[in-house]
């Protein structure tokens, strides 16, 4: 394997569930393949249910804290890969990132009902996102595949 890590941002509109989520994962499963940051569009608060959910899997992302896109302005990023459509809306390309994608994950925050009714759709979130993050870890972690520079986020397309 290669010593030259990637560096992965998930991105999402509020960077309190799915995009610190993703984060977690690849975090703990990329080993160190893998530099993992997450933002959003805008940032709240990292929700319970997006911690509890996490930990019923060995992931731990209790000290984790919400953060906006703008810090990560001028970075190199070999991927960025939002979580939710809204995010997508609000920066469809970003240049200067070597590659982008798209994975759009329901949002679980949005559910309304009891405290289980809301659990379950945090981890039907935390499902579809945990089998994007093995097949990402798959694919983007294999050194005979070509890999993208990394490039600044905002940087100079060209």
């Known amino acids: 394997m290669s010593t030259d890590t990637r560096r992965v941002i998930f991105v999402c ?61 001028g970075e190199p990023f070999s991927w960025l890969i939002t979580v939710c459509d809204q995010a997508r809306e609000a920066c469809p390309t970003i240049p200067g990132v070597a590659q982008q994608a798209h994975w759009s ?10 405290k289980e009714t809301r659990l379950t759709a945090f981890r039907v979130a935390r499902d579809h996102l945990r089998d994007r993050i093995h097949m990402f870890t798959l694919a983007a972690g294999r050194d005979d595949l070509p890999q993208p520079e990394p490039q600044r986020i905002g940087g100079d397309p060209g």
Do not use: C, Y
Not at 47 to 69: C, F
Not at 105 to 114: A, L, Q
């Open 105 to 114: 994950i329901d949002d679980p925050s949005v559910v309304e009902g009891d």
């Open 13 to 73: 509109t509020h960077n309190s569930a799915r995009s610190q989520m993703a984060e977690g994962m690849l975090r703990a499963w990329g080993g160190d393949q893998f530099e993992v940051f997450s933002a959003g569009t805008e940032a709240t608060r990292v929700r319970p249910e997006a911690v509890r959910v996490m930990d019923e899997i060995g992931v731990d992302i209790s000290a984790h804290t919400s953060k906006s896109l703008e810090p990560f302005l």
